[in-house]
């Protein structure tokens, strides 16, 4: 059976990427916000969820940027929508995982940061936000259709 996930792409006014930077296998690893579509919701509303609950935004879902799908035996199906969306309200803050509890968190930070700064990034995941993501936000801006294809398998990158 299939589980689903979601990330968010955000920016702010000077056009920086919003990361969390969540401590998985010893490591701290950047990504953008977002986590599992929980039972009972759809894919935007686990996006519009999990950007409050990591950062304190309150957000306009807009548009699917990317599906990745992950077939494997050791993580069995798996899937993640990646949407673009702006912000509505709210302070940016660190936040907090409810499902994890206080002994269990795995967020560290989260802030915007230029292209500069992700490309500077050692562990950043996926790491096609690098260079693609900018593409795509400079067409957003711009109202130029996309040419990018939505559908990837997890293979095509890693951490």
Known sequence: MWQGGVRVILTDEQDRLLLVCQHHEDRDIWMLPGGAIEEGEN???A???EVLEETGLQVR???LIWHVEE???KRGQRFVNYFIADIEDGECKLGWDPELGPEGQVLREVRFMSAAEVTAIPHL???YI????????MRYRKGIPRTHSVYRNREQFSV
Not at 130 to 137: G, Q, R, Y
């Open 43 to 45: 894919a935007m509303e």
């Open 47 to 49: 996006a519009k969820r």
């Open 61 to 63: 879902v807009r548009d």
């Open 71 to 73: 077939v494997s035996e």
């Open 125 to 127: 995941y996926p790491t």
């Open 130 to 137: 690098k260079d693609e993501i900018w593409d795509i936000l």
